[in-house]
């Protein structure tokens, strides 16, 4: 009996079945065409030991060999040469990639670390879905005691569609978890957000009201004290005018008595 992946018989049974109410004939269903995983080695396109543990590392990954991708031109800025490594690649098709799929659903995706479901805004516009993995130990292939470096690489979705829409639809019937549509949650947020806002700056306006009235209070009672202030010292030069011109006349009325 011939092997066939689990999810090409899903494919064929289900999805298909599913999707076929929204076009003519059966043939303007989508398919799957391949999967295209691309790692770029950056600094390390020099190191050759780094090289192979790359390629060595997504050939386990994919269970094909992986290609070795080499610069197309000389660029000085970044100190390469044409015909250096640049990273490493695989394209996987038929039963191959049903069967990465199958895995990378499974059993790569839950591993993978923070995951809440994939952006649906990895579509290029013509049907092709991109995502990243940032840590290649995300998959069960990979041990983390053996590797020598994080690194990590980019997975394309490729359909026989143009339409992202109908693509999405396609890969949500495989299985891939993408993240719900939560305008209304962002929205919610947002007005919430807001109105936190305007409570904080209505707190604030009403902190330097009262703050404004207590500096009017202090100016009050620092101008009262200055009042009383200018009034003790008037009753006190009165006093003393007072006992001058007492003091006058006692003179006067003892220079009388004397002559």
Known sequence: MEYTPNLRKMYSAQIVSNLKGNYKSV??????????????????????KQIEAAQQEMTIITGQKALITKATKDISNFKLRKGMPVGVMVTLRGDRMYEFLERFITSTLPRVRDFQGLESKGFDGRGNFTMGIKEQIAFPEISIDKINKITGMDITFVTDTNSDLEALTLLKEFGLPFKQDNSRKEERKSQLEKKALEERRELEEAAKQEMSGEDIEENNVQSEDVVEENSMNDQSTSKEQENKDNNQDLSEETDKSES
Not at 27 to 48: H, R, T
């Open 27 to 48: 043939m303007q269903v989508p398919k799957l065409v391949k999967i295209c995983l691309n790692q770029g080695l950056g600094s390390a396109s020099s190191d050759k």
